[in-house]
């Protein structure tokens, strides 16, 4: 029982590991499973480990390490699509010169549509952080790799990032005129000062939800997939478990591109809130 | 078991969670600065002007081409309304030879009609000429026959007459 009870706090709390902590201990229980089998053992947050490309050292801050290869493979991959894709810059696109073009033409409109015309002008920093996502989302559902965005620390470094730039933005284009966004003026007076509290402190939750929200989905996905993946193990139940997996990764990737689609829309509104402040 | 459970309490030492580990947070967000700075530089640097500019030209070059076709479509128009006018034209050329070869014809036609007209006439009037020189000579003669024959019946009958009586008698009856 006490092995049990080790693999079930191995088992971290990530909302669906609840489900997952209880088969764990079904299986285990069940005895069917004798200890060769250790696939069973589940370690559905492993393939978050950061570790060294080379040796086994400590890692300090500039270690090479599985986060920097994948990030160097997600920015040959935009330097491929981007660079490579439109160096004939012809006038009637190749495949991959097109697909480069939806995807300019795409955050384009978005920054246009929700910041307006003077949002144009961040559109490059917009572009980097939905490319960077998006890249980063995909390369992370490719077997055996490791999702950088799965990572609180990469995406609170975007999430605060867009927060203080925006903020800096904000004060900097308006001035003190920029408080104007927690003082809703349609408001009845008396209610003002209470909706100008609420107002603030949803302004600064934002960086939180903004990067728990695209952490949280990877790593839930990935860890689901991984869950089922350690069913697999089980003759009886592999049929299922492939079949979940092949369905969870369809899902995974959908949610790979409305994620990163997801944090630009919301640069975008927070860009918008920086160059109009007033409600 | 026992080599994986070292391994779980390994991981565990190192972080419950491998987001939480707070020790690869600098290396993450070294790296991380490090591929943003990169994917901005491709982007901003050559990959968005190159895209503007490849859109920009294809938009230019559709216009462009509308507006080639917009002139061909002019050009087209032009040269069909030249071909029928130039259609019409050899119409009226046509009609207008038609109606002068007409004329011609009719012209002619009635230039021979008068010279025939003449030529008629006055081979009428040599005719008529004939025919009264003839009438003429003919009652001429007529006279001279009675004439004689009234002398050779008087003197048949015996009656002495002179040839001059006869005459004038016989002039006299010719002429009642």
């Known amino acids: ?279 | 078991m026992a080599i994986q459970t070292e391994a779980m309490a390994e991981n565990v030492t190192e972080a419950g969670m491998p987001q939480l580990n707070f020790e690869t947070f600098p290396n993450q967000i070294f790296w991380l600065l490090i591929a943003l700075v990169a994917i901005y530089l491709i982007l901003s640097r050559i990959a968005l002007p190159r895209i503007s500019a490849i859109l920009a030209e294809r938009s230019g070059t559709i216009s462009n081409d509308l507006a080639a076709a917009e002139d061909l479509k002019n050009k087209a128009s032009e040269a069909e309304k030249s071909y029928e006018k130039a259609l019409a034209d050899a119409r009226a050329e046509s009609n207008r030879i038609a109606d002068e070869a007409r004329a011609e014809a009719q012209r002619d036609l009635d230039a021979a009609l008068t010279e025939a007209d003449t030529k008629i006439a006055a081979q009428t009037a040599e005719a008529e000429a004939a025919i009264a020189d003839i009438r003429s000579n003919a009652s001429e003669n007529v006279g001279e026959v009675a004439r004689d024959v009234a002398q050779a019946l008087v003197a048949a009958f015996g009656v002495d007459a002179s040839a001059d009586s006869v005459n004038a008698a016989v002039n006299d009856r010719m002429k009642g």
């Open chain 1, 1 to 279: 029982m006490a092995g049990e009870n080790d693999i079930v706090t191995e088992v971290p709390s990530v909302a669906e590991s609840v489900t997952e902590g209880a088969t764990t201990e079904h299986l285990v229980e069940g005895g069917a499973y004798p200890a060769e089998e250790g696939g069973l053992v589940f370690h559905p947050l492993d393939q978050f480990i950061v570790r060294p490309l080379f040796g086994d050292g400590p890692i300090s801050w500039y270690t090479p390490t599985n986060v920097t290869l994948w990030l160097a493979i997600a920015v040959l991959c935009v330097a491929a699509l981007f660079i490579f894709a439109t160096r004939n810059r012809s006038t009637i696109p190749s495949r991959s010169q097109s697909i480069a073009e939806l995807l300019y033409g795409f955050t384009h409109k978005m920054v246009e549509d929700v910041a307006g015309k003077e949002g144009l002008r961040y559109f490059p920093y917009i572009m980097t952080l939905f490319v960077f996502i998006l890249f980063a989302n995909f390369l992370g559902l490719i077997p055996m790799s490791f999702s950088t965005t799965s990572h609180i620390a990469v995406t609170a470094v975007l999430g605060f990032g867009v927060f203080f730039g925006v903020t800096i933005l904000g004060f900097i284009l308006n001035g003190p005129a920029f408080l104007k966004l927690f003082w809703m003026s349609e408001a009845p007076l008396f209610l003002r000062p209470i909706i100008a509290v609420i107002e603030v402190i949803s302004y600064f939750v934002r960086p939180v939800s903004h990067s728990v929200r695209l952490a949280g989905n990877i790593t839930a996905g990935h860890a689901v997939i991984k869950v089922f993946a350690g069913f697999a193990a089980i003759a009886v139940l592999s049929p299922v478990s492939v079949v979940a997996i092949a369905l969870i990764y369809g899902l995974e990737v959908l949610v790979a591109g409305i994620q990163a689609y997801v944090f630009a829309i919301l640069t975008c509104v927070y860009l918008k809130d920086a160059l109009h402040p007033a409600h």
